[in-house]
């Protein structure tokens, strides 16, 4: 698509909207919905034209389609966008839709630490989609012992409590306060000196710059909102020649998981998780199934470890 077709799909305010939200961040069309206060079929209809010019693309994941920019876009087309997006977010209506998108933003992450707070304390009982002493005897094996690790999406550090008797560090990180309250008193009463939990995103974490040997994310990546952003922060603050080990869930079309686990994402293929290791700039990856669980949904649990 040449620059004047560009302008024309732009030149519609309901369209030029949608750019602008969507170079900030993927959304769901209901999100979309609530964040312009309009109708489905009206922000379809632009969304398919947006989707024709290729300009922005979509993704199923279970019932929802998830909307984002395009990522092949060519240099000149992105330098448009740019320049025409700073433009348009000094209008108030640009300003209203950057509040709304902030408010829905933040109810994710309500949403997501609500959850985790109502199951602390019993989230050794509850039942977690992939969690099985099969997937975490394979986990486990790729450890190293007397190592600085850090425990991404740790929730009570359950794999920590394992970790910490062996290595020189374990940091849990955790989004939810009462995960990070619970985590802490099973760490004194357990004796680790350690062990330490601080709260805090794995698509922010506090930590520096090459601080661990070790990151890992033990079905953590489908609760988070940005999984790419997450395996930056788990590259940013690895040494150099540090490992990531990740468990997850394999792809999926259990959509009751949305409500009943919180879970943001339906897993992952073994490709994706792969790309996205390459991209972030890891080496040495390897992605393979672990584990598939015999009743239904059959859950699949894939391992990925990879070197930076």
């Known amino acids: 698509m040449d620059t004047a077709d560009t302008l024309k799909l732009l030149s519609d305010s309901t369209r030029l909207r949608l750019v602008s939200l969507l170079t900030k ?30 300009l922005v693309e979509d993704r199923r994941d279970g019932k929802k389609s998830f909307y984002r920019l395009g990522r092949s876009l060519p240099a000149e087309t992105n330098d448009l966008l740019e320049v025409v997006c700073r433009s348009f977010d000094k209008q108030e209506e640009a300003i209203s839709d950057s ?6 933003l933040d109810q994710r992450r309500e949403l997501s630490e609500k ?16 969690r099985s ?30 970790l910490a008797r062996r290595a ?48 890992l994310l033990s079905q953590a990546l489908h609760h988070a909102r940005q999984p790419l952003q997450a395996l930056k922060e788990a590259h940013r603050i690895l040494k150099p020649g540090g490992q990531i080990v990740i468990i997850d869930l394999l792809e999926h079309q259990f959509d009751e998981a949305r409500e009943l686990y919180n879970d943001q994402w339906l897993g992952f ?40």
Request: glycine share 8%; proline share 2%; aromatic share 8%.
């Open 115 to 130: 959850f985790f707070n109502s199951v602390a304390e019993n989230l050794g009982k509850y039942t977690c989609p992939g």
């Open 99 to 104: 509040q709304n998108l902030d408010r829905i």
């Open 168 to 215: 020189e560090t374990v940091h849990c990180i955790d989004n939810s306060k009462r995960m990070v309250e619970v985590g802490t008193d099973m760490a004194e009463k357990n004796g680790f000196t350690n062990l330490h939990y601080k709260h805090g995103d794995i698509e922010d974490v506090p930590l520096r710059d090459g601080e661990v040997d070790l990151s």
């Open 133 to 162: 002493w099969e997937a975490i005897g394979h986990f486990l094996l790729k450890l190293t012992p007397a190592i600085t690790i850090a425990d991404l999406g740790a929730g009570e550090g359950f794999i920590s409590q394992l």
């Open 269 to 308: 293929s073994q490709n994706q998780i792969y790309r996205w290791l390459k991209e972030v700039g890891f080496g040495q990856v390897e992605v393979s199934i672990v584990a598939k669980e015999k009743d239904e949904p059959f859950f699949e649990t894939l391992l990925a470890s990879a070197v930076k």
């Open 25 to 54: 961040e993927e959304l769901s069309v209901a999100e979309l919905q609530d964040i312009l206060n309009m109708g489905q079929s009206r922000i379809s209809s632009h969304l398919g034209l947006l989707r024709q010019g290729d």
